[in-house]
């Protein structure tokens, strides 16, 4: 599902950045560019890092 409209980013794109260690919604968005244009995702971007594991995953 599309997390970020304005940059075409997934929710599996968000996670798998947050898996690698992005942990917050800057972090993710210089990975990713979600957030980067109007904003209106970083709530959900916000929730998702909260219930994502971060580290490296094996």
Same mark, same amino acid.
């Given at each position: ?29 210089? #990975? $990713?560019? %979600? =957030? ?14 909260? #219930? $994502?594991? %971060? =580290?490296?995953?094996?």
């Amino acid at each position: 599902m599309y997390v970020c409209l304005c940059a075409g980013v997934t929710s599996q794109q968000v996670i798998d950045a947050v898996e690698d260690g992005a942990s917050s919604t800057k972090l993710v968005g210089e #990975r $990713t560019g %979600a =957030g980067t244009v109007c904003g209106r995702c970083k709530n959900n971007i916000r929730a998702l890092i909260a #219930r $994502t594991p %971060a =580290g490296p995953r094996y």
